[in-house]
């Protein structure tokens, strides 16, 4: 079955962001806060704004390197992206991987990433009538078989 690749984000362009009854959506498909941006976020925008007309270092060295440090990681350890679709989409070019094991119901980001990148996508499913509680046993016995293990939050 093919996966549906409109993207929640956009629901102003589906629904101009009210149901059928006038009541405003909130979306929880994208990290966006519903209350909107903090006042310390806009504060630091508003002070570096005549800077954010250059786009960031393509590497993110500056960043990687104060986040290894902040939290004792090495800095080859750690992997910036521009959100998550993105870092969903590195993971399983960067490991190389050749299977990833994917816990069912999930984001159908990570089934996609995962054929995109050429892996095959081996899935536990979770099920309904067991309040889809995850069942260790089922996943530990294919981690000698995968490369990757895709466990989102919810699961």
């Known amino acids: 079955m093919p996966i549906n690749r409109i993207h929640g984000g956009n629901i102003r362009v589906h629904l ?5 009854q006038g009541e405003e959506i909130i979306d929880f498909s994208v990290n966006v806060n519903p209350l909107g941006m903090s006042s ?9 704004i005549d800077i954010l007309i ?3 270092e393509p590497d993110s060295r500056q960043l990687k390197e104060s986040l290894a440090s902040f939290h004792s990681v090495g800095y080859d350890n750690l992997l910036i992206g521009n959100g998550s ?3 969903i989409h590195l993971i399983p070019r960067a490991l190389k991987a050749k299977k990833v094991l994917i816990v069912a119901p999930s984001f159908s980001e990570y089934e996609f990433a995962v054929n995109s990148s050429g892996a095959k996508p ?7 009538e067991e309040d889809f509680k995850l069942n ?4 530990m016995q294919f981690i000698p078989e995968v490369d ?7 699961n």
């Open 40 to 48: 310390s976020a806009r504060k630091t925008l508003k002070e570096n």
């Open 85 to 87: 679709i993105e870092l």
């Open 16 to 20: 101009e962001g009210k149901t059928s």
């Open 136 to 139: 260790s046993l089922a996943i």
């Open 148 to 154: 990757v293990v895709f466990l989102g939050n919810p």
């Open 122 to 128: 081996i899935f536990v499913t979770a099920k309904e």
């Open 54 to 56: 250059h786009y960031p």
